[in-house]
């Protein structure tokens, strides 16, 4: 019986696996960003990628609330208390919404003209703004030449979605789906996950759109005032999980405290799945590290852990995030 049960454990894990690297069919594409009400802002004559930076960052402040912004500067300052991260706290914050709803920013920090890290702030349902993920560097999710990529590989060029009027959208849906929304007349939308670059589901997506509720009530600021103090991070090498499957037949392993993340030590590579929902995570990833944010009398903790990084954008995102869909496994039992 128990032989049983562990076969069927596989077999899930591993047609899970086959589903999320499934590919989906074609489409074509102009470019807009969605206002803070998910209202379009009508598509300009882009000629290239870079046109489309130039274009959005004319359009974006004027799309995040106050609070939106003071929130993101509160964390920048934060992320600067960490060792190696001070330019956080010099660096220029720029703001596009994310649809729908729009629920969610992506905040991009640059120091003298070079990206240093993002964010993703969104807020709940209640109103209440939390810091869905970040990450340090020079990459970010909605990579543009990732995007490029990825048209090219749907035999897509960027003349060819202009000439079909079509529009692509930044769109993130929490608790992780960060995702482009690519569609033209006459033809069925594409959704790509920014940061890999794979086609998603559409019939998936467009449920989860469905299901997602337009913000009427405005922001607060109830979370601004509150100030973090961040831990250098704890880096581990990233690897892809699809190497060795091993992981797929073991036992996941509890890791739901800080003191059960120092002991990582001990353990060759981490493998974090979210097994049927994967294909909402880009995974299964790699764990490349983690990093502690407290408060000054460290009565209230958050564990940022570092997911992907191998063949995707490593982000920093919540514990108590990933607890909720997935669960660890040691890469080699």
């Not at 070079?114 to 209640?126: E, N, P, R, V, W």
């Not at 799945?273 to 990833?285: C, E, K, M, Q, T």
Request: hydrophobic fraction near 40%.
């Amino acid at each position: 019986m128990e032989r049983n049960a562990t076969q069927w454990i596989l077999l899930r894990r591993i047609a899970t696996i086959t589903l999320a690297m499934l590919s989906c069919a074609a489409l074509s594409t102009c470019w807009s960003i969605a206002s803070a009400e998910d209202r379009s802002v009508p598509p300009l004559p882009l000629t290239s990628l870079t046109d489309l930076e130039e274009s959005t960052a004319l359009q974006q402040d004027k799309f995040a609330p106050l609070a939106v912004k003071e929130f993101a500067h509160q964390h920048a300052i934060s992320l600067s208390s960490a060792h190696g991260e001070s330019n956080w706290k010099k660096a220029e914050l720029s703001f596009t919404p994310l649809g729908p709803g729009t629920h969610s920013w992506l905040v991009q920090a640059t120091f003298e003209d070079k990206l240093i890290g993002y964010m993703i702030i969104s807020a709940t349902d209640q109103g209440e703004l939390m810091l869905s993920e970040y990450g340090l560097g020079e990459h970010s999710p909605y990579d543009r030449e990732l995007l490029s990529h990825a048209l090219e590989r749907q035999h897509l060029g960027l003349t060819m979605l202009q000439a079909d009027g079509g529009e692509i959208q930044l769109r993130y849906a929490l608790p992780l789906l960060a995702y482009w929304k690519v569609g033209r007349p006459n033809h069925q939308a594409l959704y790509i996950d920014a940061t890999n670059g794979d086609l998603l589901p559409s019939a998936t997506v467009k449920q989860i759109e469905t299901a997602i509720k337009p913000m009427i009530s405005s922001v607060t600021d109830a979370s601004v005032n509150s100030s973090w103090l961040v831990d250098s991070v704890q880096r581990r090498p990233t690897f892809n999980p699809m190497d060795n499957l091993l992981w797929i037949t073991s036992k996941p392993v509890k890791l739901t405290r800080v003191q059960d993340w120092t002991q990582l030590h001990k353990e060759p590579g981490i493998v974090y799945s979210a097994n049927d929902r994967n294909v909402f995570y880009g995974g299964p990833l790699p764990i490349g590290g983690y990093q502690l944010w407290h408060n000054r009398t460290k009565v209230q903790s958050i564990l940022y852990i570092a997911i992907g990084g191998h063949n995707s954008t490593q982000r920093f995102v919540p514990l108590d995030t990933l607890l909720k869909d997935g669960q660890f496994y040691v890469a080699n039992p």
